[in-house]
Every structure is written in C-alpha cells, then in structure tokens.
C-alpha cells in the first residue's frame, strides 16, 4: 500500500527472524529488531524531504467544527495550546498514549504521554464535546537495562536468521550485521518478591482500575494469573548499535522502583544490572471504536479519522496500519472518491478494522492469525499480490514500485504455466504435471529445481508463492466459496439512516446493537455479536422490499 515503514526497517534493522518459521505459511511472521534512533532518524528524514509536507510541533487542545443546516457537525481544524489555529477540511488523530495520560511508578503517579512527555489534557474534554465516546485503557513499559553490566555468560544468545528476509518488496536480500538478543527466564526468588509486594502494586491496589492488553500483561499479572508456573521468559533486546541500552521484554511493571531493583537483580545474569530507565504503567483515553465507518472517519463528526491507540489498538503495527489507511481516506475524501475499504480476505489490515468497529474492543487490541478466517490468503509473502493494485489505483504506489511488481507478477504466471505444462516421470511409472507432483506433501521444491535447473533463474520470492499456493491450492479453492459468500452479503447495504426499531420482527437486543454499531452491509451486521441467522434473515426481506 505504499507505507514506509518496510523500507526503513530494511534500512535501519538490528536484527531480522522469520517467526514460527518451523510451521505453515499462514503462520509466518517477519519480525525486525529496530535501532530505535537510526529508524526514528530515517523516518524523520523522509518525512522532512517529503514534498508538500508540512510539519509542526505543538500540542492539539481542541478540534474545531462547524454545523451544516441538517444540523451535522464537520470539522474545519484545530487550535493548539500556543493558541495557534490550523484551519483543515479533514482531520487525523494519532493520540497514543496521551490523552489525559497518567504514568504510575508504585504509588507515584505523574500526568503524562509517556515518559519525559506531557499529556494531552484537554483534547479529550473536546472530543466528548462532540458527542464522541470516551473510555479507558492501560498498558505498560518494561525497564532498560545498562547492558555493560549485564553478565551474558549466563544468557542464551538468540540470534538473527542467517538469510535475512527484507520487509520490503523493494528488496530481494538484506546484507546486514546482526546483533544477538539474549533470553533469560524469572524464578522462584523473583515471583517471591512481587507477591510479596503486590499490595504496592497500582493494578492490584486499586490505584488503577483501567483494563490492559491481555497479550502483554504486567509481570505481577502474569504471577497471579499464571501461579502455577516456576518461570517466565524474558527477552533482553538492544535499543541500538551505538547505546549500551537493553529493553527487558515480558518484564513490564508498574511496581516500585525499589521492588523492580530487587526483582531485576535476582534474575540470571542481571545480578548486577544497572537500571537506566525504570518500568511504569501509563493509563490513557480512547474513544471506542465502534463510533468509527470503516473508513476510520467518526460517525459524530465529518471529516475527523481517528487511527491507533485511539481506537483501542496497542501501538505497534496495529496503530501504522490504520494511520495508513486513515490518511488514505482522508485524502480520497476530499477528492469525492470511495474510501479504501479492505476485505477480511484481503488483508489482515481489513481483519482488524472490520473487528474495531463491528465488534469494538474490551482489552486493547492486538492483530493475531487466529483472527482471520482466510490466513492461508494472508501470507506475508504474498502481501504484494493482494494490496499492490489496490494501493496504485489509491495513487499510494508510485510508477517504479508498480514496475517492479508488474514485472513480479508475470514471472509468477510464467511459473504457474510452467507447472500446468511441464510432466513429471515417476518412479512408479506414468507421469503427472509437475503442479500435482509439488502438491505432495513430500515434494520440496529444491526437488523440482534438481529436475528442473532452469527454475532457478526465478528469485525465492517468485518460487515462495507459486510452491505456497499450489500446496495449500485444494485449501484456497475451499476458502473461495466461503468468501463467495461473503461478497454477496457484502453487496446488500444498509442504508445510514435506516430505522431498526420500524423492524417488529427484530428482537429488541438486535435493534439496539444494530442502531448503536450501524453495520454498512449485511456481512458486517452477520459478525456484531448477539445478531442471530434469525435476525440477519429478517433484515435482508426486509431491505429486499
């Protein structure tokens, strides 16, 4: 879709795995360590040198709108705290952690962002203001460590793979130093001390009542809640090439500074570790996001998209995804063109968003395989097959990038024919296409390159997809018809002002839940929870009147 972010990592990466790399496609997942200020340099960089950009440094205190005769608010820009007013038909809020955000080191609290960073205070009184919900989230950092004092005679090393696969599609191979990271696990002696110090603890003190991630959670919350087990891994990861920093990995908390140095210090190979920065919680507002179109624009307020934290995400991949696809829309908007929308089986991005604001969220929001009904479709590898035409036709893909994918994609159907035409002798005597002898589970393709030589002029990322989709081919051609499916409930609309509770024959249940989330199609109403076959039956006769 254009995004930067492969490119920089690409750049800027420490160290680069394949993760679940032992198991199915579907369950691959590129993960890069990032030098954090080479990357944030990077990006700065390409930001400044983008042309028509603008960039400016203040706090936002307030979202500015206007009332059209149907009495609907748009919004026209925003005012700062500086007292600055930057007028805007269209309007992104990327808020993280800092609305009305509060740090919580024991039972110390500080108003902020994040560290070293003040909040956003008065945005969010704005926002409700607007008719626009407000609730309340939590999440956590772990401790950095000085890694000179680290004794790594006791740590096992993990390193990078030894063929690095590029994010970007740009690129064919990575050439890059790596740098190990290095696993440790806690023990009886530390989960000692942090029951024994629970009571100091904001979560289980009553300091902070907000919910957090569930994948993440809290060391203290992974010892109540995991009792039974003697350890936990930790995974201890460089911030850099050129900082002694170390980012402690499962080790996230929210208890006292005293209680984290007796903790980290009774940790193999960190007896002597020297804490640089200690581990806080941080509690931050969010609207939910069920009061988003799919678009990401607000259903109270034309033109204002909302993209990240904001939106109950956590605020990795998940929170870049939805900025990309937020300005995208933002952008086409204004143009009067139709918003990029991204199916369930198109991308693990149109997954996320079709959760967000059909299901809305209870725990911050993290984007796992198991989500998606149609993963054998949502391979990393085949990321440019499914969204580079979407992202040209957005105008988010420039001439080269398309070149280089065109050129991609008839190499992949020269392969494909080849498999449909070339026969394969076999021992047992006959032949079959040499498509249905790599569909064997035995049969590597190494093995056809051994038959074959010249398949191996085509690069690995051409042979990946072609050797993946032709395995899992009887797979895919089974998801089609589920996702035939889908495309026809898509087709049926619901208009933005239909009146739910004029259907007698809905239950009540369904005519709050549809009126509150206000489903666009029938396939998104076939997923708000509680609306029964029973329910999307009558709506259907009824819209087909």
Request: charged share 25%; hydrophobic share 35%; proline share 5%.
């Given at each position: 879709l254009g995004g930067l972010m492969g490119e920089i990592i690409d750049e800027t990466g420490i160290q680069f795995r394949m993760l679940n790399s032992s198991k199915g496609p579907?369950?691959?997942?590129?993960?890069?360590?990032?030098?954090?200020?080479?990357?944030?340099?990077?990006?700065?960089?390409?930001?400044?040198?983008t042309e028509d950009l603008e960039l400016h440094q203040e706090l936002v205190e307030e979202i500015l709108t206007e009332t059209r005769p149907d009495g609907k608010p748009y919004v026209t820009g925003v005012r700062t705290l500086l007292g600055e007013i930057y007028e805007a038909p269209r309007v992104i809020l990327t808020t993280g952690t800092f609305l009305r955000g509060i740090l919580h080191f024991g039972p110390n609290q500080f108003p902020?962002?994040?560290?070293?960073?003040?909040?956003?205070?008065?945005?969010?009184?704005?926002?409700?203001?607007?008719?626009?919900?407000?609730?309340?989230?939590?999440?956590?950092?772990?401790?950095?460590?000085?890694?000179?004092?680290?004794?790594?005679?006791?740590?096992?090393?993990?390193?990078?793979?030894?063929?690095?696969v590029p994010f970007s599609f740009l690129r064919e191979t990575l050439t890059v130093e790596q740098i190990p990271c290095w696993i440790t696990r806690t023990n009886a002696r530390v989960h000692e001390i942090i029951r024994e110090n629970l009571h100091r603890a904001p979560m289980y003190s009553g300091?902070?009542?907000?919910?957090?991630?569930?994948?993440?959670?809290?060391?203290?919350?992974?010892?109540?809640?995991?009792?039974?087990?003697?350890?936990?891994?930790?995974?201890?990861?460089?911030?850099?090439?050129?900082?002694?920093?170390?980012?402690?990995?499962?080790?996230?908390?929210?208890?006292?500074?005293?209680?984290?140095?007796?903790?980290?210090?009774?940790?193999?190979?960190?007896?002597?570790?020297?804490?640089?920065?200690?581990?806080?919680?941080?509690?931050?507002?969010?609207?939910?996001?069920?009061?988003?179109?799919?678009?990401?624009?607000?259903?109270?307020?034309?033109?204002?998209?909302?993209?990240?934290?904001?939106?109950?995400?956590?605020?990795?991949?998940?929170?870049?995804?939805?900025?990309?696809?937020?300005?995208?829309?933002?952008?086409?908007?204004?143009?009067?063109?139709?918003?990029?929308?991204?199916?369930?089986?198109?991308?693990?991005?149109?997954?996320?968003?079709?959760?967000?604001?059909?299901?809305?969220?209870?725990?911050?929001?993290?984007?796992?395989?198991?989500?998606?009904?149609?993963?054998?479709?949502?391979?990393?590898?085949?990321?440019?097959?499914?969204?580079?035409?979407?992202?040209?036709?957005?105008?988010?893909?420039?001439?080269?990038?398309?070149?280089?994918?065109?050129?991609k994609r008839e190499a992949i159907d020269r392969l494909f024919q080849f498999l449909k035409e070339t026969r394969v002798r076999l021992a047992s005597g006959g032949s079959v296409s040499a498509e249905e002898y790599l569909r064997r589970p035995e049969v590597e393709w190494s093995e056809l390159e051994e038959r074959f030589p010249q398949l191996q002029e085509y690069s690995i990322r051409v042979t990946e997809q072609v050797c993946w989709d032709t395995k899992y081919s009887g797979y895919l051609s089974r998801q089609d018809a589920s996702v035939e499916r889908a495309h026809k409930l898509q087709k049926i609309r619901i208009p933005e002002d239909f009146d739910y509770f004029q259907v007698s024959q809905l239950r009540m249940e369904a005519k709050e839940q549809l009126s509150r989330i206000r489903p666009e199609t029938i396939d998104q109403a076939s997923r708000i929870r509680g609306i029964t076959p029973a329910d999307l039956a009558v709506l259907v006769l009824t819209l087909r009147k």
């Open positions: 579907a369950m691959h997942g590129p993960r890069a360590q990032a030098d954090k200020k080479a990357y944030q340099f990077a990006m700065k960089e390409r930001l400044e040198n902020g962002g994040r560290a070293g960073d003040m909040p956003a205070d008065r945005l969010t009184a704005s926002l409700e203001n607007l008719g626009i919900r407000i609730e309340r989230f939590k999440t956590g950092t772990p401790a950095r460590l000085n890694g000179r004092t680290i004794d790594y005679t006791k740590l096992t090393m993990h390193p990078g793979d030894d063929v690095p300091q902070i009542n907000s919910t957090g991630p569930r994948y993440c959670p809290s060391i203290e919350t992974k010892i109540v809640r995991f009792a039974e087990k003697e350890s936990h891994q930790l995974y201890l990861e460089p911030e850099g090439r050129h900082t002694q920093e170390i980012y402690v990995n499962g080790l996230s908390t929210s208890l006292p500074c005293d209680v984290q140095r007796e903790m980290i210090r009774s940790i193999a190979g960190l007896e002597n570790a020297q804490i640089m920065r200690y581990a806080y919680a941080i509690e931050y507002d969010f609207a939910p996001p069920e009061q988003l179109h799919p678009s990401l624009e607000t259903r109270a307020v034309e033109g204002l998209y909302f993209a990240g934290q904001i939106n109950g995400t956590t605020g990795y991949e998940e929170a870049a995804g939805q900025g990309l696809l937020a300005a995208a829309n933002a952008v086409r908007s204004l143009g009067g063109q139709e918003p990029i929308v991204l199916g369930r089986d198109e991308a693990y991005l149109g997954v996320m968003v079709d959760d967000l604001v059909t299901k809305g969220v209870d725990e911050p929001y993290r984007m796992f395989t198991s989500r998606a009904e149609h993963r054998l479709r949502l391979r990393g590898d085949n990321a440019d097959r499914r969204l580079t035409e979407v992202g040209y036709r957005a105008g988010l893909v420039d001439e080269n990038r398309w070149k280089i994918f065109c050129e």
